[in-house]
T-cell receptor, first 109, second 115 residues
Framework: EDQVTQSPEALRLQEGESSSLNCSYT??????LFWYRQDPGKGPEFLFT???AGEEKEKERLKATLTKKESFLHITAPKPEDSATYLC??????????FGTGTRLTVIP | NAGVTQTPKFQVLKTGQSMTLQCAQD?????MYWYRQDPGMGLRLIYY???????DKGEVPNGYNVSRLNKREFSLRLESAAPSQTSVYFC??????????????FGSGTQLSVL
């Protein structure tokens, strides 16, 4: 059964304290893995797409990496404005897109 | 630069009432989608329209109907609302439904409560 699991559910960081969010998946034939950011009361906003193990993408303080079983979203020296819920989604070989339940990140000044 | 616009933002219905959620995009995208988001669950696809004139069921289509009115607009209708349809609904669009390069643009959501 195709499954996407994000951990932790919630994460509180001090400003400047680097950490990583995890997205583990078991799907048949991964075609792509997506990261989105969602602010309260808003729709998700696209961040990255990763296609194959070993691939990395960066944007400002965020770096996404992909292995055959999981993806990490590394946040370096986070700022309060990085507070949001981060969603990952996986695209299966059958062209189904499954979203995880997200990690709610809070960065404290 | 509006992107994807959804109306209304909030709605309260009684069980059995009907309503239509409206969605419009101004990015000239071919594909449009309706998702629902519930606590403890990931976004789930209700219906999608790969291109103007076509619609297909997603993961949770029961109790919903859709209309792709034109390239810009994609509406979601609840014919007889049930408490299980209490959720936050998101409309999204993408340039084309070629999975693998999909970058979805989401609206800001409609919070629906069915009493």
């Amino acid at each position: 059964e195709d499954q996407v699991t994000q951990s932790p559910e919630a994460l509180r960081l001090q400003e400047g304290e680097s950490s990583s969010l995890n997205c583990s998946y078991t799907v048949s034939g991964l075609r792509g893995l997506f990261w989105y950011r969602q602010d309260p009361g808003k729709g998700p906003e696209f961040l990255f797409t990763l296609y194959s193990a070993g691939e990395e993408k960066e944007k400002e303080r965020l770096k996404a990496t992909l292995t055959k079983k999981e993806s990490f979203l590394h946040i370096t020296a986070p700022k309060p404005e990085d507070s949001a819920t981060y969603l990952c989604a996986v695209l299966t070989g059958a062209n189904n897109l499954f979203f995880g339940t997200g990690t709610r990140l809070t960065v404290i000044p | 630069n509006a992107g994807v616009t959804q109306t209304p933002k909030f709605q309260v219905l009684k069980t059995g009432q009907s309503m239509t959620l409206q969605c419009a995009q101004d990015m000239n995208h071919n594909s449009m989608y309706w998702y629902r988001q519930d606590p403890g669950m990931g976004l789930r696809l209700i219906y999608y329209s790969a291109s103007e004139g076509t619609t297909d069921k997603g993961e949770v289509p029961n109790g919903y109907n859709v209309s792709r009115l034109n390239k810009r607009e994609f509406s979601l209708r609840l014919e007889s609302a049930a408490p299980s349809q209490t959720s936050v609904y998101f409309c999204a669009s993408s340039e084309r439904r070629v999975w693998g390069s999909e970058k979805l643009f989401f609206g800001s959501g409609t919070q629906l409560s069915v009493l």
